[in-house]
């Protein structure tokens, strides 16, 4: 009798024991997670730092858009644009993901995005307070509102506040091909 308890009492043990481990494992999982999140590699540029993307001149077709995670057009667009890096890259078309997202949420919400979306295309984080004077050298036509493309290839430029389909954003960079 004394041997059957003190083996259920021991089984007990082993088993909480286990489930302790188990936690301490799902927990140790989760910090892994959010700490390679928080060390994906973000560059972050002020508008005097970003505008050299805005003026290159090297033959490439330059996409860049302009998002936020808290933009649901622009979120539902995302997926166009990596489609067209994938499917363009062997012609010289180059996708920039500009990020206008809110600074103290590049941890907790921009880069777990980028890594449960798994953009491959080149993403960066545009934090300069001053809207009113980068936004008019963005495009003088821009309101500031997002989704925005600027299309460009040397000195032939052309900027559009709205939502793409893939469809329409081929079109634009096809032009650009000819």
Not at 35 to 48: I, K, M, P, R, T
Request: charge should be neutral; include cysteine.
């Amino acid at each position: 009798m004394k041997f059957k308890v003190l083996l259920i009492t021991l089984l007990v043990f082993v088993s909480c024991n286990n489930k302790e481990k188990k936690t301490d494992t799902a927990i140790n999982n989760s910090t892994i997670e959010k700490q390679s999140e928080a060390n994906l590699d973000l560059e972050v540029y002020d508008f005097n730092g970003f505008e050299k993307f805005l003026n290159k001149k090297d033959d490439k077709i330059h996409v860049i858009n302009f998002w936020a995670t808290w933009c649901a057009p622009c979120v539902k667009e995302l997926p166009y644009f990596e489609k067209l890096q994938a499917e363009y890259a062997n012609k010289n078309v180059e996708v920039l993901l500009v990020s206008l997202d809110f600074p103290h949420l590049y941890d907790s919400k921009l880069k777990p995005f980028i890594k449960n979306k798994k953009l491959k295309s080149k993403v960066i984080a545009l934090d300069d307070v001053d809207m009113n004077t980068w936004i008019p050298k963005v495009d003088e036509t821009w309101s500031g509102s997002i989704p925005a493309t600027i299309i460009y290839k040397n000195n032939e430029r052309k900027f559009f506040e709205q939502s793409f389909s893939f469809e329409a954003l081929e079109t634009e960079v096809k032009q650009f091909l000819k």
